[in-house]
């Protein structure tokens, strides 16, 4: 509970509700900007501050490097909506990579959401008894950032947005989970399991730069996701 002495916008309401996790990957790699406070619990390996889209970001700069977090109970409800938005920039992306990558231990569950074809292709994907996969564009590594969306709804599916641009969905399918929180770790495939189905993703170490990760338990609107690609006076730093 909160009070705010001052009228919020409908944008700020809707923030409120439905923004799950914020990482800016500030002063502390840890700390969540959202309004739930959903810190990461634990960052291992390599990890360091440079240069971001917005203020600063991470790079993951060596092998075993990554970000855990936990405690995400919507996202394991099943058919529930989200969607994640991200940046990147990565420096290898040949043989593939784990951008962003969910699991539980009670489940033995886990699935590579966000990464690398073999090709170097991006990749978002969700499990409904089989993987749900969409293949969008190479990610080229030309020292620039890309902005990435992955939103899914039980009417929509899965759908992948490359700088805000649409580029291809699934079918409408059933997202289907035991009802536990979930862990999400970035940067990697999460260490002590092997998942049953990678689907298109090769999965592995991401190496590269990460900046803005967000988590919504909405399935973004195409404005949305417009606007987090393109904010207002944007100034990329390389």
């Known amino acids: 509970m909160s009070f705010i002495s001052r009228a919020k916008s409908d944008v ?4 409120d509700a439905t923004l ?15 309004p739930l406070k959903l810190n990461a619990t634990k960052s291992v390996n390599g990890l360091r501050h440079v240069l971001g889209v917005v203020g600063r970001a991470v790079e993951f700069a060596q092998q075993n ?24 920039q990565p ?21 590579p959401f966000i990464g690398f074809s073999s090709r170097g292709e991006i990749v978002v994907q969700v499990w409904s008894e089989v993987m749900k996969s969409i293949i969008g564009p190479n990610i080229t590594m030309t ?9 899914y709804s039980s009417e929509n599916g899965v759908r992948l947005f490359v700088d805000g641009t649409f580029i291809d969905s699934t079918e409408s399918f059933p997202y289907k989970l035991g009802g536990l929180p979930l862990m999400i770790t970035l940067g990697s495939s999460e260490t002590t399991q092997v998942c049953a189905d990678n689907g298109a ?28 690609a393109h904010p207002p006076q944007q100034k990329i730093l390389n």
């Open 12 to 15: 700020e309401i809707l923030r």
């Open 20 to 34: 799950v996790v914020h990482y800016q990957f500030e002063d502390n790699f840890l700390l969540d900007s959202g």
């Open 65 to 88: 490097s990554y970000i855990e977090a936990s405690g995400f109970v919507e996202l394991g409800m099943g058919n529930e909506p989200f969607s994640i938005s991200l940046w990147i």
């Open 91 to 111: 420096t290898q992306v040949a043989g593939g990579g784990t951008i962003v990558h969910v699991s539980s231990k009670q489940l033995s569950w886990c699935v």
């Open 143 to 151: 020292g620039e950032w890309t902005h990435v969306t992955q939103t």
């Open 201 to 228: 993703i090769v999965t592995g170490q991401y190496l590269g730069l990460m900046d803005e990760f967000r988590l919504y338990s909405r399935e973004l609107t195409t404005a949305d996701i417009y606007a987090l």
